[in-house]
């Protein structure tokens, strides 16, 4: 009998993660059969989360899709019938075409999408360029970073430019703000614990939830939700009135120092931030001694503090501080909010915005269900294609948004690797390849390297990519064959950007997987004080942010819902709701797996013990946590991980596979925070009030 053919080829992780991951798959006779880190990578080396590390449990799970499906039972129920793709793609394309002819025109279809894989190719090229030659409805794609990225930029500039992570292990004084870095960034955590070993250094976490990452410092901080700004300008008062700002550096490298000295002396003594924040004077005053007289020194940046009615202007704040204490001087040191913007794509050239009509809409992704309910200007959403998301499961105000998915006249096209809550609502699905099955390439948003995804295996069943559809369709409604090429066109199209791409070509990383930017080893975005802002500095005072209509000097904006700012909201909902990641989970991937899912447990409501006393709820009881938007089910867990006023409810679950059918989003609100149209997910007052067992899974 002759040998088994065994090979092993470089893959990366596709998801919605800084870390990137760099994997080996090793695969005999067209099948995978081992999944590992790429111990050769020098960010990831070797290592995967818990969720990666079962990725081939999601390759071959046995509730995959394999084919095209058409809906033959009501919106939800999740009843559909086998059909070919040829009759899948007629399907689309004549509704496509006729919606297009209508009065109404091609602005009435919608295309939804996010980042359910990472990859420049299958995330962002034909399906830009198919919906702008379409004519279609743009979609403003900020569920997730776009506040907190327009406040960074208003800082130090376009690109979003930080730190480089592997100057972490010198720093001597490493704060996480708003970041469950162990568990979403944890290569980045390694070499944090690495430099406290070799460095000694301390490990901060700010953080209104004692998470993971805050349990495993040195210090934990915890601030009220959304009162980050406050805390920000509380440190700089410290600073400012002690004399520990590095005045030199202000000099040459910022606009507005004596400005914002003078806003944060006069207004923002540590006594009232202590009011707003809830964090002591005492607090206050240590950690800003402690973050002026220590380097080289980080601040991780994260999405949480963001995703509040005044998030943009918190980041924006906390970006000013490195220049305030002159951190930027040193490898490692500075602020990271993403390494995104380091990566020179030429992104125009995949997504050729110039092939949509002038004046087309732009629909904001977190007001999809003002959208289908007809609220925002423009002609009525008559057709949705959902790709690379979940919107059922992690859309805001999720009951307006499945009430807009069950609309009987709402053509709905769902390309995906399972049978999701948003493919339940679905008139066509289609069955979407694995990381494993395509090829694809990447950057990241946590490191500095470009990666290039080889296929593993050949697509499982009928499954195709989202670039082998989306040529498909064009083929189908006579669009120019030119304007959708082959992948590895693509891939060449990609890379013809700038400097930092220099050298860096598909025949290299064929070869290397794995390959860093055209960036020093030392790199130090801003040690030399030069800023891409319009003044060549770091904009402590912003002339585009007055253009813009808002303060021009870092400020606290308080969030939209918060028991200091709406008292009398508070007085029916008096608990602030988070709701992050679960370790289980990626937002709503793998949330259908066993073995995700058996880990994860139920639901669970974190409350301190006085909220839960209060309301004679005990640990392990179903409660009800509702507002006027909605409910879902928990179980009370009293983990002594919140302040009394605050909740947090880890997800994001399906709904179909959770008791009572909804998730924590069936509470949240599509309200928009200060910049960037970005969620405020976290600006979300509740009440908790104990409940009977929830109705059984709606799983069939």
């Not at 914002?260 to 923002?268: A, P, Q, S």
């Not at 794995?514 to 402590?540: H, M, Q, W």
């Amino acid at each position: 009998m002759p040998s088994a053919e065994l090979r092993v080829v470089r893959n990366i992780c596709p998801l919605d993660c800084p870390d990137t991951c760099s994997m080996r798959v090793t695969v005999r006779d067209g099948v995978a059969i081992g999944l590992k880190g790429d111990p050769d990578h020098p960010f990831t080396r070797g290592f995967l989360c818990q969720k990666m590390a079962k990725y081939l449990d999601r390759v071959y799970g046995d509730d995959r899709l394999m084919h095209p499906l058409r809906r033959v039972g009501p919106k939800g129920a999740g009843r559909f019938e086998r059909i070919t793709w040829d009759e899948a793609l007629a399907s689309i394309a004549s509704r496509f075409a006729a919606i297009a002819d209508s009065p109404d025109g091609p602005q009435a279809i919608l295309p939804y999408s996010y980042y359910g894989t990472m990859g420049k190719l299958q995330a962002s090229s034909l399906d830009r360029r198919f919906f702008h030659r379409l004519g279609a409805t743009k979609l403003d794609r900020a569920i997730c970073a776009s506040a907190g990225g327009v406040g960074y930029e208003y800082t130090v500039g376009r690109g979003r430019l930080g730190a480089d992570p592997m100057g972490t292990p010198r720093c001597r004084l490493i704060i996480n703000w708003g970041s469950n870095t162990a568990h979403t960034n944890s290569h980045h955590w390694s070499l944090m614990v690495e430099a406290r070993r070799t460095q000694g250094a301390t490990i901060v976490t700010i953080d209104p939830f004692r998470s993971p990452t805050a349990r495993r410092s040195d210090w934990h901080v915890a601030p009220r939700p959304g009162t980050d700004a406050a805390l920000a300008l509380g440190l700089m008062h410290v600073i400012w009135r002690e004399g520990l700002q590095d005045g030199d550096y202000l000099a040459r490298a910022t606009v507005g120092a004596d400005m914002l000295r003078r806003r944060v002396l006069e207004e923002y003594p540590p006594g009232r931030v202590a009011g707003i924040t809830g964090v002591d004077v005492a607090t206050i005053e240590a950690l800003a001694r402690k973050l002026a007289t220590t380097r080289p020194s980080l601040i991780r940046l994260n999405y949480g503090m963001q995703r509040h009615g005044g998030g943009g202007m918190a980041v924006r704040t906390i970006a000013c501080l490195p220049a305030i204490v002159g951190s930027w001087r040193d490898h490692g040191g500075g602020a990271l909010l993403s390494t995104s913007g380091t990566y020179d794509f030429a992104m125009d050239r995949l997504t050729r915005p110039d092939l949509s009509p002038p004046g087309t809409r732009t629909i904001n992704m977190n007001e999809l269900g003002r959208a289908l309910a007809g609220e925002l200007p423009g002609p009525p959403v008559k057709a949705l294609y959902v790709y690379n998301s979940n919107p059922a499961a992690v859309t805001p105000d999720q009951r307006r948004v499945l009430a807009g998915l069950g609309r009987d006249d709402l053509f709905t096209v769902v390309h995906e690797l399972f049978r999701t809550d948003t493919a339940d609502y679905a008139d066509i699905v289609l069955p979407a390849t694995s990381q494993l099955e395509h090829v694809d390439i990447l950057g990241s948003y946590g490191h500095h390297d470009v990666m290039y995804n080889a296929p593993a295996i050949a697509p499982l069943g009928e499954c195709r990519s989202n670039n082998d559809v989306f040529r498909a369709l064009a083929a189908r409604m006579g669009f120019e064959a030119g304007l959708f090429p082959d992948d590895e066109t693509l891939i060449r199209e990609a890379l013809h950007g700038g400097p930092t791409l220099a050298g860096i070509t598909p025949e290299r990383l064929m070869a290397e997987g794995a390959v860093r930017l055209n960036i020093p080893a030392d790199y130090a975005p801003f040690a030399d004080g030069a800023f891409p802002t319009p003044s060549g500095k770091c904009e402590l005072y912003s002339e585009r942010m007055l253009a813009d209509g808002m303060d021009p000097l870092p400020t606290y904006t308080p969030p939209l819902e918060d028991p200091q700012a709406r008292p009398d909201l508070a007085a029916r909902f008096p608990i602030q709701l988070l709701s992050p990641p679960r370790e289980q989970f990626l937002n709503s991937t793998f949330a259908n797996n066993p073995r995700h899912r058996a880990a994860a447990g139920d639901p669970t409501i974190e409350l301190a013990d006085e909220d839960a006393r209060s309301r004679s709820l005990g640990e392990g009881q179903w409660a009800l946590v509702y507002n006027d938007r909605g409910a879902f089910h928990a179980r009370v867990a009293l983990t002594g991980s919140v302040r009394p006023g605050v909740a947090v409810a880890t997800g994001i679950y399906w709904n179909r596979l959770v008791p009572g059918g909804s998730n924590a989003n069936s509470t949240t609100s599509s309200a928009l925070a200060d910049m960037g149209g970005g969620a405020t997910f976290f600006d979300n007052l509740v009440e908790v009030r104990a409940a009977a067992a929830p109705p059984t899974l709606q799983e069939s």
